[in-house]
């Protein structure tokens, strides 16, 4: 149980939304571009070419999405350790609020790319920031548990764009899919109201001010120095395998999903409104299924962690997380069970992230606390960048086809496997106090 003042509950609570807002704004594309691309492109959604051009810009745009996320982590840790948390947790807040919100107006697959981008910068700046103004607001023997609920936001968050989604792209508008998505992606402008309220209630953590007050300003290229190198070699391990493999397999769900249900509808013979009805049906069911398991997996991680340590918790992490994506991609399995085995991939794949909250802060002294996190969790998206525009380039080779996309997604179990030759590296920090 948390031990913690109404202050320290308020920073940990703001901190919880601007995550949760961050994973909503940053995956609500990834429902509704099966309509999106089609529309923008001038193709029949649900055609041969609208599946196939579908999977090749969901992975392209994806790719481009994650690059300009580390750029956005890069660009605002230091500037987060500069100028302080609450600063570049407001302003990244508003940023990625406006950059979703503006895509429901594009035009264009070019547009649409602008904003995402607009978008990503803001979503990578406020991770560092948030969990940098948690690790350095609770105290000591609470820093565990207060990561890893605060990375319980990513579930809500991903349960908030199926909710969003399905309510308006699978009943409100169901009949009217070249147009349900931009009603979606409007709703990313929420965030920006709890920004301006989290302005008013929020402060400077006393760790952050002491250190900022009596150091120099950070310099990026100070967490490669020898004393500090071997942290960030450690952090870039865990963040990077575990980055390749949540966005090479999650991006794609809703196309595999709605490609499923495409098929399924036309064996049932089902009209356009039917199937439309059908596709978001079969997104929420899956996604659902995914974020329990992600919420779970976030959850667990807290008594791994503090009984265990941290390596241990990230072998076993690794481990399962190839054997629950070999085994959905590569089996004979029926569409309702591979949905179902979703919950295995997210308890693995999904939950590891929950320790990434207290562990990558724990390795950087405060002056250096954002910009470590922020460049090790986030540059890591630059190289995972390649997950989902290979496993999107193959598909859409393949024309769409649902195995193809199976048999691409069952290599990306293979990844986990690196990241476990590699925990030689990695560095144990239980029982450690946050360096100061």
């Given at each position: 149980?948390?031990?913690?003042?109404?202050?320290?509950?308020?920073?940990?609570?703001?901190?919880?939304?601007?995550?949760?807002?961050?994973?909503?704004?940053?995956?609500?594309?990834?429902?509704?571009?099966?309509?999106?691309?089609?529309?923008?492109?001038?193709?029949?959604?649900?055609?041969?070419?609208?599946?196939?051009?579908?999977?090749?810009?969901?992975?392209?745009?994806?790719?481009?999405?994650?690059?300009?996320?580390?750029?956005?982590?890069?660009?605002?840790?230091?500037?987060?350790?500069?100028?302080?948390?609450?600063?570049?947790?407001?302003?990244?807040?508003?940023?990625?609020?406006v950059g979703t919100g503006l895509c429901a107006f594009v035009t264009s697959i070019e547009q649409l790319i602008?904003?995402?981008?607009?978008?990503?910068?803001?979503?990578?700046?406020?991770?560092?920031?948030?969990?940098?103004?948690?690790?350095?607001?609770?105290?000591?023997?609470?820093?565990?548990?207060?990561?890893?609920?605060?990375?319980?936001?990513?579930?809500?968050?991903?349960?908030?764009?199926?909710?969003?989604?399905?309510?308006?792209?699978?009943?409100?508008?169901?009949?009217?899919?070249?147009?349900?998505?931009?009603?979606?992606?409007?709703?990313?402008?929420?965030?920006?109201?709890?920004?301006?309220?989290?302005?008013?209630?929020?402060?400077?953590?006393?760790?952050?001010?002491?250190?900022?007050?009596?150091?120099?300003?950070?310099?990026?290229?100070e967490i490669f120095a020898p004393e500090i190198w071997p942290r960030t070699r450690s952090a870039l391990i865990?963040?990077?395998?575990?980055?390749?493999?949540?966005?090479?397999?999650?991006?794609?769900?809703?196309?595999?999903?709605?490609?499923?249900?495409?098929?399924?509808?036309?064996?049932?013979?089902?009209?356009?409104?039917?199937?439309?009805?059908?596709?978001?049906?079969?997104?929420?069911?899956?996604?659902?299924?995914?974020?329990?398991?992600?919420?779970?997996?976030?959850?667990?991680?807290?008594?791994?962690?503090?009984?265990?340590?941290?390596?241990?918790?990230?072998?076993?992490?690794?481990?399962?997380?190839?054997?629950?994506?070999?085994?959905?991609?590569?089996?004979?399995?029926?569409?309702?069970?591979?949905?179902?085995?979703?919950?295995?991939?997210?308890?693995?794949?999904?939950?590891?992230?929950?320790?990434?909250?207290?562990?990558?802060?724990?390795?950087?002294?405060?002056?250096?606390?954002?910009?470590?996190?922020?460049?090790?969790?986030?540059?890591?998206?630059?190289?995972?960048?390649?997950?989902?525009?290979?496993?999107?380039?193959?598909?859409?080779?393949?024309?769409?086809?649902?195995?193809?996309?199976?048999?691409?997604?069952?290599?990306?179990?293979?990844?986990?496997?690196?990241?476990?030759?590699?925990?030689?590296?990695?560095?144990?920090?239980?029982?450690?106090?946050?360096?100061?």
């Amino acid at each position: 149980m948390l031990r913690l003042t109404r202050y320290q509950w308020i920073v940990l609570f703001a901190a919880w939304l601007g995550w949760g807002f961050d994973i909503f704004d940053g995956l609500l594309f990834n429902y509704v571009a099966p309509n999106a691309i089609p529309t923008l492109l001038g193709l029949t959604i649900g055609s041969p070419e609208a599946r196939t051009a579908t999977l090749y810009w969901t992975g392209l745009i994806t790719a481009i999405f994650l690059v300009g996320w580390a750029v956005g982590g890069v660009l605002f840790g230091p500037i987060s350790d500069r100028y302080g948390r609450k600063r570049v947790l407001l302003i990244t807040m508003v940023l990625y609020a406006v950059g979703t919100g503006l895509c429901a107006f594009v035009t264009s697959i070019e547009q649409l790319i602008v904003c995402r981008i607009i978008a990503s910068l803001g979503i990578g700046g406020e991770w560092a920031a948030g969990c940098a103004l948690v690790a350095e607001a609770v105290p000591e023997d609470q820093r565990v548990e207060a990561g890893a609920v605060l990375y319980t936001s990513a579930p809500f968050g991903l349960f908030l764009a199926t909710g969003v989604n399905a309510l308006i792209a699978g009943h409100l508008f169901a009949d009217v899919p070249e147009v349900s998505w931009r009603y979606v992606l409007i709703f990313g402008l929420i965030p920006a109201a709890f920004a301006f309220w989290i302005r008013t209630l929020v402060k400077e953590p006393e760790r952050w001010e002491a250190a900022a007050a009596s150091a120099p300003p950070p310099r990026l290229r100070e967490i490669f120095a020898p004393e500090i190198w071997p942290r960030t070699r450690s952090a870039l391990i865990v963040a990077v395998v575990a980055l390749i493999t949540w966005w090479s397999c999650n991006a794609f769900i809703p196309v595999v999903v709605a490609n499923l249900a495409q098929a399924e509808a036309l064996q049932l013979g089902l009209d356009k409104t039917a199937t439309s009805i059908l596709i978001e049906s079969w997104k929420t069911q899956g996604t659902a299924i995914f974020n329990v398991g992600g919420l779970l997996g976030t959850l667990l991680t807290i008594p791994l962690a503090k009984h265990w340590g941290r390596k241990p918790m990230f072998a076993l992490y690794l481990g399962f997380s190839s054997i629950a994506l070999l085994t959905t991609y590569g089996l004979d399995l029926e569409p309702q069970v591979r949905l179902y085995m979703y919950f295995f991939i997210g308890l693995t794949v999904f939950g590891i992230f929950g320790s990434f909250t207290f562990y990558l802060p724990e390795l950087f002294p405060t002056r250096l606390r954002a910009t470590g996190s922020g460049f090790t969790y986030n540059i890591g998206r630059v190289i995972a960048a390649g997950g989902p525009f290979l496993v999107g380039s193959v598909a859409s080779a393949g024309a769409g086809n649902s195995a193809v996309v199976l048999d691409t997604l069952f290599l990306v179990g293979f990844v986990p496997i690196i990241g476990l030759l590699c925990l030689g590296w990695v560095i144990e920090t239980r029982g450690q106090k946050i360096p100061d």
